[in-house]
Structure formats: structure tokens, C-alpha cells
């Protein structure tokens, strides 16, 4: 039973995985990514390896997807329901693709794969992950928050900057429409003023050629 569940979570994969760089629609594309990284997520939990499960669930699925679909969304102007993608270079992708796909075929057939006679359940890799954080590689975990931490504090400023270099263009487009509106009612008042000096001459000649 464990292996027919196997075998069918790899052809969902491959199929799904297949599906994303196939699909012309992106929509299409990301709804297969979802069902690859839940695929991946039931592979860790044959591996016994509870804690990675989770985090392919949480981290990839329930975040980085989510954000790969509204960044899809909020960069195309939607003005009909079916988002495409040209895709490029698909002959070089195919023959990399390939490549690499041989590779990693010829490394699994020639490996020895040992199987154990007792497949009894490890400790909680939970439990492990966590002794190791909190533990061993304490400082070095510490650093890498204080990295990301700065790398969101860069990621505000420059969103900051974009945003207030964005809102001086605006104004001074405006500044400039308000100028040229202006010049504009300044140029018919003049037109204006001119036809008015020019009716004016007109009427008063023609008084003059009928008092003559």
C-alpha cells in the first residue's frame, strides 16, 4: 500500500512539475506549483522527516505561492481573464532540462540503495531541529535573523524612496499640466482681447465711411 502511494505522489509530481513550465497560462502554472509542493511535502513525510513536511506546507504553499500569485496578478494589467506567458528559449531549457535529468537518472540506477530490515519510526525530527537551534547552532541562527531583519529594513527604505520619488513626478506633472492650462487660458484670453480690438476697429471704420 505504501509503495502504490509512493509511486502515485511521483506522477502527480512530474505531472503537476511538467504542467508549470508547459502551461501557457500562469494561473494554470501556479495551481500546479501548489499541487508539486504538496507532492514534495508527502515525500518528507515518507522520509519520516515531520518537520520539513510542515514547513513545505506552511512556508512554500501557504507563502511564497500566495506571493508568487499576487505578484502575477498585481503586475499584468488584467484586462481579460486568461494571463499568458511567452516563453523563450524553450529548445535551450529542453536540452539543459534533459541534461540534468540524465544525470540524476544514472546517479539513482547506479547507487546501492541499502534497505534495513527494521524500518521503525526515528525521534520527532521536531524535537531534534529544535535542541540544535536552541542549542549548537544557537548563534548562528541568531545572526541570520538579524540579516533578514536588515535586509526587510532595506526592502521598506528603497519601497520608501520608490514611493516619495513617485509622488514628486506626480506633482510635477501636475505643476506642469497646471502651467500649461494656464499659458493656454492666458493665450485665448489674449486671442480674445485681440478679436474684441479688432471688432471694435471694424465698427469704428465703418461709422467713419458712413459719416463720410
Request: charged share 20%.
Amino acid at each position: 500500500m505504501g509503495e502504490i502511494i509512493f509511486l502515485g505522489l511521483v506522477v502527480i509530481i512530474a505531472t503537476s512539475a511538467t504542467w508549470v513550465v508547459v502551461s501557457p497560462n500562469l494561473v494554470h502554472s501556479a495551481v500546479s506549483l501548489l499541487v508539486t509542493l504538496f507532492g514534495v511535502a508527502g515525500l518528507y513525510v515518507f522520509l519520516y522527516a515531520d518537520f520539513l513536511a510542515a514547513t513545505q506546507v506552511v512556508i512554500y504553499v501557504g507563502g511564497i505561492l500566495v506571493l508568487i500569485i499576487f505578484g502575477v496578478m498585481l503586475t499584468n494589467k488584467i484586462d481579460k481573464p486568461v494571463i499568458e506567458s511567452d516563453s523563450s528559449n524553450k529548445i535551450i531549457g529542453a536540452l539543459i532540462s534533459g541534461f540534468i535529468f540524465s544525470i540524476l537518472s544514472i546517479i539513482i540506477i547506479q547507487t546501492k540503495w541499502p534497505v534495513l530490515a527494521n524500518n521503525t519510526e526515528g525521534p520527532s525530527t521536531v524535537e531534534l531541529i529544535g535542541r540544535l537551534i536552541l542549542g549548537k547552532y544557537l548563534l548562528p541562527f541568531e545572526l541570520i535573523s538579524i540579516l533578514l531583519l536588515a535586509a526587510l529594513i532595506g526592502a521598506a527604505l528603497l519601497a520608501r524612496k520608490k514611493a516619495v520619488s513617485e509622488e514628486v513626478l506626480e506633482s510635477g506633472i501636475e505643476n506642469n499640466e497646471e502651467i500649461h492650462n494656464s499659458e493656454e487660458n492666458d493665450k485665448n484670453d489674449d486671442e480674445d482681447s485681440n478679436e474684441a480690438l479688432e471688432e471694435n476697429e471694424d465698427k469704428k471704420v465703418e461709422g467713419e465711411d458712413v459719416d463720410g
